[in-house]
């Protein structure tokens, strides 16, 4: 069973950048599943907005695309999504989980992008 900590959201103005982070537990599963970070919106369901599978193949949801870009780090254990341009409609808990199928979900973080 995978474990997932998300962290690096916050407040920022429109047009900034957040770097967030998604700490897996084990390792290995990074080299064996395909990862996503999905985000939820207050009264909206959560949606995929970028994958990277374990070869390093990327997408992005339409949304999101040109703005932001997931990575990730095999040393360090971790996946990121990098959050360029960012617009007050992506406001969301951000969480990162293993595709197809998600492994029980950790706490998300919060992104509020508000002037």
């Known amino acids: 069973q995978v474990q997932l900590v998300e962290s690096g959201g916050g407040l920022v103005r429109p047009g900034g950048s957040l770097r967030l982070s998604c700490e897996v537990s084990?390792?290995?599963?990074?080299?064996?599943?395909?990862f996503g970070w999905y985000r939820q919106a207050p009264g909206k369901q959560r949606e995929l907005v970028a994958q990277?599978?374990?070869?390093?193949?990327?997408i992005d949801a339409d949304a999101v695309q040109g703005r932001f870009t997931i990575s990730r780090d095999t040393a360090k254990s971790a996946v990121y999504l990098h959050l360029n341009s960012l617009k007050l409609e992506d406001t969301a808990v951000y969480y990162c989980n293993t595709l197809p199928t998600p492994q029980p979900w950790g706490q998300g973080t919060q992104v509020t992008v508000s002037s």
């Open positions: 084990p390792r290995h599963f990074l080299e064996i599943f395909t």
């Open positions: 990277i599978s374990a070869i390093g193949s990327r």
